[in-house]
Structure formats: C-alpha cells, structure tokens
C-alpha cells in the first residue's frame, strides 16, 4: 500500500550497539576497581611490614647467659640462651597503649601486642596508632593488659601475606604443633612470660572459647578439658585449675562465623636479664 512506513532495520543493530557498550564499561569499570584493590592491598601490606620492621628496631636478641648479641644471625628459640629485650620505653612513646611484645618460635608472630577499651581499633590501626588494614595484635578489652587474667584473649588478623596471626594456622599440622611447644610473653615489667601449649583448634567466633573468667574451678577444669578434646593433637601439657593460660584467636578464611585458636598455659614468669 502507498504511503506505508517500512520498519527501521537498523533500530535492533541500534539496541545491540547500546547493551554491547553498557557491557563493555561495566567490564572495563570492575576491571579499574579490581587494580585499586590490588593495588590498595599490596600498598598496605607493604605499609603494615615496614611499620613493624621499624617497630622491631626496639627489639634485640641477646645471649642471656653472657649479656651479648649472638655472633650469628637467627629468630628466637626456646634453647640455648636466646632472648628478646624490649624498650618498652620508646614503645610507650609512640603509643601508650602498648602492653607486651608476643613471639611463637617457627612461626611470623614476632610483634607489640597493644589494649584498649574496645574490639573495633585496632582490626585497622597498626600498633603505632597509624590506621593500616593489617591492624596490630591486641588484648580483648575486657581482660587486663598485664596477663593477670585467667585466661588473656589475643587477637590478630589472618592476613593472606602471612602477616599477623596468619601463621597460626601451622598448627593444625600434628607434625609442627608437636614441634613447637611454646608461646613467649615479654611484658614491660622485664619479664618474659612462657606458656606451654596444649591445644590448638578450629572454634565459633562467638561462645564459651572466649571466656575470660571462671566461676569456679569445676568451670575452669571443664574449659580446659574441651579444649584438649578439639584440638589438632593430644598433649600431656598439665594444665592445673589455679593456672592462667592465653587464647590466641585469628580468622579463617572463607569461614566469617569462625576462628582458629591457639591455648598455652603459663609455665614460667622470670626476668630476661
């Protein structure tokens, strides 16, 4: 018929140009915001290790039997009479809230352990107060700072760098939590706090893992009890009901409802020098 409008062929090729761009931008802009975060992540890793490169330079590792530096370089260890002195002094200057220095032999932990009155500050500020994603390792704010608690919770990111509390996680192999028994404490009185260990385990973020104290004995010996019966490997660590003991707890990946922590009781509490 005369007069008639033909369709407009090109009105499909028009709306398949339009989706076609919208996808490509859409791609190219999640594509921008995944360089960010990558570029955010290692920036801030790298941050966070030299904060606590820098914070370790207030730290020496001395032959307690002679007073001098080991004539060779190595970490901590549990023998032949090598251990840490801290200024606390120069610590405490930068951040008063410092409370102790934590080292677990075979593993990263080497770091300031800080307290304050709340959970949230220091998941994001490193232990010299400046903020950093990698957060610092600090005391539960309803404990003392200074370990006299029945059980002093410890706190530390899992960071994927291995930073932090990340290297925890080594215990849930039998062959490293049976080679490696200790946890030590410097704290800014001169002494150096050794706690054994005898359990190691994945828990729920929340409950009864998290206790602080206890109303009596029977409830402390049961705490212990079920902790040696979760763990990655039975010990014949004694643990006594009058004892202190130290819980530290980091994330698990993939698992935001969870936690994996580690248990030592205090065997030892006796000056460094």
Known sequence: MRGAQLPDKTEPKKKRHVVTNIIIIAA????????YNIIYIVGSNTESANIYSGLRSYTSVLNTETGAAPSAEGGLTASGGLDLVVDFDALRTMNEETAAWIVVPGTEVDYPVVHTDNNDYYLNHAADGTENRAGAIFIDALNAPDFSDQNTIVYGHNMQSGAMFASLHAFEDTAFFNEHTDIY??????????????SAFQTNAIGDTYTITFADEASFDQYVADARAKST???DVEVKSTDKVITLSTCIRGLSTKRYVVHGVLVANEPVL
């Open 185 to 198: 404490v410097y704290t800014p009185d001169g002494n150096k706090r050794t706690y054994r260990i005898f």
């Open 28 to 35: 190219i802009a999640v594509l921008v915001y995944s360089l």
């Open 233 to 235: 490997a039975p010990t």
